[in-house]
């Protein structure tokens, strides 16, 4: 960690056997985890948490202060889990005082020049293709993949599993374990190939398609959806975790593609 070319605070709480290379700014009250590695350029500003085994590339800025104007220098932070990568120029911005923290889960892979705003919390695993931008206060699941250029509106919710293509304006939630597309963005399928390399059996990809067969290609509202899913289908942790997150939704969920 010895590196003459770098600085870091003398309040920084680094691990020993951390690598910072060259020309990288480390600041005030910031913490970083066993074996995380931190390329030449970065910045790494007051509020840091990051955890071990972490690979951060050169230029990436994390936990600036919010692009907020109600910010007040509030003691917020930003949390990056274990074992999670982030490529060139990302910009992960601390949080303010609606959270006090943005957080990103672990094993995650955040590609270059991808933006995180503000109090946002991202679960574990997933994939952030680059140029994606995260606009405040949103919400992220677990194995959540999004393709390169895909934009979420502030207060959005993504469920877990699901996959948004490239390009896409995320402007209502996205539910569980679905794909979604097309401009407006709406539901094209089930993510099923992620859910098979994840090792969602057969019957139980089956019963996804089921719940969103209701949900989206019988001409039903939400509410009626809603109501057959929890009448017919079987409770399950899956059906379960769908109807949760349409009846949290604050946003209201994205529409079928059979939908005017």
């Given at each position: 960690?010895?590196?003459?070319?770098?600085?870091?605070?003398?309040?920084?709480?680094?691990?020993?056997?951390?690598?910072?290379?060259?020309?990288?700014?480390?600041?005030?009250?910031?913490?970083?985890?066993?074996?995380?590695?931190?390329?030449?350029?970065?910045?790494?500003?007051?509020?840091?948490?990051?955890?071990k085994n972490c690979s951060i590339f050169p230029g990436a800025v994390i936990s600036a202060t919010p692009q907020d104007k109600k910010?007040?220098?509030?003691?917020?932070?930003?949390?990056?889990?274990?074992?999670t990568t982030i490529r060139e120029c990302v910009t992960i911005n601390r949080g303010t005082v609606d959270r006090m923290k943005t957080?990103?889960?672990?094993?995650?892979?955040?590609?270059?020049?991808?933006?995180?705003?503000?109090?946002?919390?991202?679960?574990?695993?997933?994939?952030?293709?680059?140029?994606?931008?995260?606009?405040?206060?949103?919400?992220?699941?677990?194995?959540?993949?999004?393709?390169?250029?895909?934009?979420?509106?502030?207060?959005?919710?993504?469920?877990?599993?699901?996959?948004?293509?490239?390009?896409?304006?995320?402007?209502?939630?996205?539910?569980?374990?679905?794909?979604?597309?097309?401009?407006?963005?709406?539901?094209?399928?089930?993510?099923?190939?992620?859910?098979?390399?994840?090792?969602?059996?057969?019957?139980?990809?089956?019963?996804?398609?089921?719940?969103y067969r209701i949900l989206y290609q019988q001409n039903y509202n939400n509410t009626q959806a809603v109501a057959i899913i929890e009448?017919?289908?079987?409770?399950?942790?899956?059906?379960?975790?769908?109807?949760?997150?349409?009846?949290?939704?604050?946003?209201?969920?994205?529409?079928?593609?059979?939908?005017?």
């Amino acid at each position: 960690m010895n590196q003459p070319l770098a600085y870091v605070h003398p309040g920084a709480k680094i691990a020993k056997n951390v690598v910072i290379e060259p020309f990288t700014t480390i600041h005030n009250n910031v913490v970083i985890g066993e074996g995380t590695w931190i390329g030449s350029n970065v910045t790494i500003m007051e509020g840091a948490r990051i955890g071990k085994n972490c690979s951060i590339f050169p230029g990436a800025v994390i936990s600036a202060t919010p692009q907020d104007k109600k910010f007040n220098d509030e003691d917020t932070v930003t949390e990056i889990g274990d074992n999670t990568t982030i490529r060139e120029c990302v910009t992960i911005n601390r949080g303010t005082v609606d959270r006090m923290k943005t957080k990103i889960g672990k094993n995650c892979w955040i590609m270059a020049y991808c933006h995180i705003a503000h109090d946002c919390i991202v679960g574990d695993n997933c994939i952030f293709s680059n140029n994606s931008t995260l606009a405040g206060h949103i919400n992220v699941g677990d194995y959540v993949v999004l393709a390169g250029m895909a934009a979420v509106q502030q207060f959005c919710s993504i469920g877990n599993h699901a996959f948004v293509t490239g390009g896409s304006l995320v402007r209502k939630d996205v539910p569980p374990y679905v794909k979604a597309a097309r401009e407006p963005l709406s539901y094209v399928g089930i993510n099923s190939i992620g859910l098979r390399r994840r090792g969602f059996t057969t019957e139980k990809i089956r019963e996804v398609q089921n719940i969103y067969r209701i949900l989206y290609q019988q001409n039903y509202n939400n509410t009626q959806a809603v109501a057959i899913i929890e009448a017919e289908m079987e409770a399950t942790p899956e059906r379960d975790e769908v109807l949760e997150f349409i009846k949290n939704s604050q946003r209201g969920i994205m529409k079928g593609y059979f939908s005017n």
